[in-house]
């Protein structure tokens, strides 16, 4: 039994004796969330510049989400217990088009069997016990943590959990104080809890190498009401050790609201990283050598400025160092705290420079409460890099100067305001990522989702 299971047996085991105590029922929550998920990608270009890969990945089902927040009990010391149970159901597996593969995790959303096939269906509970002294919570168990160094996926039917401990404190006036320990995550497309690793290192091969220790913490301080300053540090065993400061601005200018969102991350190898090859990432180590250990620094920022339901933004990034830029990538679907993180590519490889444009609407300005549409667009150039091609093995490895990706995503999303379908939300997201990077193929993608959530207690 590792140390946060113990620790959540012993905590569950507290609450056990407590929890007919006022304020953990009373103040309890749960909700149950409905998502219907299709997706459907053109994977472009010919065999030639990449093996393997299906020229069609589809796949649909419904997701399940029930979400139990309990409140504390009386005392000093409160004691709760959260939960979350995940359900998912394949409606249609695209006729053997999942996109799983022998070194993938599953399908484009659910996890696959030996022989390729998408599973019926997959589930997973999480048990979270928590603890709060004042303006101070402890957490073990199952979390979904969003902060610069560790971000939750939930982009697609059912979303990613980690299992470990945080703690959180509000003490302070103004500033929020975070940290924590992660030892296992479980994919969005899994029901199994799996270790850590990053790009390069995450193959289901003998090759591939894990880490069972990330430790994180950090805190935003709000050094006014409109400015606010962050630093975070995040070290993966044996991988990696990062270093974020960023800062967030709101700026009254005329009619409408700039929003500024500058971010900085340094990235280092760590341990096993710097020398042995297992544990290497991706990135631009010479004519033909695609991995090493990590070395990056990215810098970015965006500008929002938001008037009468509309929003224009702009921004820029840049990914200097040898390596890509790195972030817990278990090879299943992740997210990292980057501007240029979009619904196909994230456009931070090394040496890499993103130029991006951003645009959006409310209609409820025009009458149309609930609908809203965006799109983006984002160029990247100055790639230099290798990768493998060809449909024949051994692939060859092929280098590339100055390569280039660019993607456009589309967003049109609707959600009832009232009457008897009330939060009902109906999205459409269409992508087309284009490159001349070798290995990788271009890509449309277009994803329909219907959510909707149902309030229980």
Do not use: C
């Amino acid at each position: 039994m590792n140390k946060s299971t113990l620790a959540l047996a012993v905590a569950v085991g507290v609450l056990a004796q407590q929890a007919g105590a006022a304020g953990f029922i009373e103040d309890s929550k749960a909700t149950l969330g409905l998502r219907n998920f299709y997706i459907n990608t053109d994977n472009r270009d010919a065999d030639t510049k990449a093996s393997g890969a299906q020229s069609k990945q589809e796949e649909w089902g419904q997701g399940f989400q029930l979400n139990f927040t309990s409140g504390y009990t009386q005392g000093t010391v409160g004691f709760g217990l959260d939960a979350i149970g995940l359900l998912g159901i394949k409606l249609d597996s695209g006729g053997g088009t999942n996109g799983a593969s022998a070194t993938s995790y599953g399908g484009t959303v659910f996890p696959s069997e030996s022989n390729g096939k998408a599973v019926d269906n997959y589930s997973s509970l999480g048990l979270t016990a928590k603890a709060k002294i004042s303006q101070t919570e402890l957490k073990l168990g199952t979390l979904q943590p969003k902060l610069p160094v560790i971000v939750t996926n939930d982009g697609r039917m059912l979303p990613q959990t980690f299992q470990g401990g945080q703690i959180t404190s509000n003490d302070i006036k103004d500033l929020t104080l975070v940290g924590g320990q992660i030892e296992h995550a479980k994919g969005r497309n899994s029901s199994n809890n799996e270790e850590l690793s990053i790009a390069g290192a995450n193959a289901h091969t003998a090759a591939g190498r894990d880490s069972n220790k990330f430790i994180y913490g950090g805190g935003d301080y709000k050094i006014t009401k409109d400015l606010t300053a962050q630093y975070y540090y995040g070290n993966l065993k044996d991988f990696y050790k990062q270093h974020f400061v960023g800062l967030l601005h709101n700026w009254a200018i005329g009619p409408g609201v700039l929003k500024s969102d500058l971010r900085y991350f340094n990235s280092r190898d760590d341990g096993a990283n710097g020398h042995d090859s297992a544990y290497y990432t991706t990135g631009d180590y010479g004519t033909g050598i695609t991995k090493g250990k990590v070395d990056n620094n990215l810098i970015s920022g965006l500008f929002l400025y938001s008037v009468a339901g509309h929003t224009f933004g702009g921004g820029y990034q840049v990914s200097n160092g040898d390596s890509d830029f790195p972030w817990l990538n278990q090879g299943d679907g992740s997210s990292a705290y980057l501007t240029t993180d979009m619904q196909i590519a994230k456009f931070a490889r090394a040496g890499e420079r993103t130029w991006q444009a951003r645009y959006s609407y409310d209609f409820a300005k025009v009458g149309v409460p609930g609908l809203t549409a965006g799109v983006i667009y984002l160029r990247g150039d100055n790639i230099d890099t290798s990768g493998k091609e060809g449909s024949v093995l051994p692939q060859r490895t092929v280098s590339a100067t100055n390569a280039s990706e660019w993607e456009r995503d589309l967003t049109v999303a609707y959600v009832i305001p009232e009457g008897p379908l009330k939060n009902l939300g109906l999205t459409w997201k269409n992508a087309m990522w284009r490159n001349d990077i070798p290995g990788q193929r271009s890509q449309d993608e277009n994803r329909l989702i219907v959510s909707y959530s149902i309030p229980l207690l």
